[in-house]
């Protein structure tokens, strides 16, 4: 018996859908075995993941302050999807995020019960978005109503996350748990 070939749209093992953008986007979260499922919640710029999402477990917070990591953490040693996935993936840009939101229609929907956005390029290829909540200390909050996405930009001791419900790209507490939808060239 021969190996399964890969399919044609994947990095790493990783699928992707060209949604006429800049960028591939990956169909899964960061930690997830398909589109609806939530896969796993990470800080800014940490790449693993914990119990207790609060500024006291934050790695990147020491006496009292945020430790800068850069700018743009995309592509780093501090991209949890380069850590994770390899290859070119990483986490998008706000630029790029940006053109997610200007250039595709979004959908509020429920994909295999769990709900969220699709997301569909003018193509007509599109993606799914679980609605999968944010962590914040031990808490789960509010999974199945909003949407926490990182994005590599930071700015001062906030970073960009994409969040549904409130704006679109506002800041977040960098020692939040969020979930990560990687992005590729």
């Known amino acids: 018996p021969s190996n399964p070939t890969p399919p044609t749209n994947s990095i790493n093992g990783h699928e992707w859908v060209d949604l006429g953008l800049s960028v591939k986007w990956a ?58 996935w ?15 939101i200007d250039k595709c229609s979004w959908t509020w929907t429920s994909q295999n019960g769990v709900n969220g956005y699709k997301v569909t390029g003018k193509n007509g290829k599109s993606i799914f978005l679980p609605a999968a909540g944010w962590r914040n200390g ?29 704006r679109l790209v506002g800041l977040n507490c960098l020692h939040d748990g969020h979930s990560v939808r990687p992005v590729s060239e």
């Open 27 to 84: 169909t899964c979260n960061v930690g997830a075995s398909s589109p609806s499922d939530y896969g796993n919640y990470y800080a800014w710029g940490e790449t693993s993941t914990k119990n207790d999402y609060s500024r006291n477990t934050y790695k990147y917070y020491e006496n009292g302050n945020y430790v800068n990591i850069g700018q743009s953490i995309s592509g780093t040693q501090y991209d949890v999807a380069r850590a994770h």
């Open 86 to 100: 390899g290859g070119t993936w990483r986490l998008p840009t706000k630029a790029e995020f940006q053109e997610l």
């Open 138 to 166: 031990t808490l789960l909050g509010n999974a199945g109503g909003t949407g926490n996405y990182w994005i590599g930009t930071n700015h001062k001791e906030y970073a960009y996350g994409f969040g549904f419900g409130k």
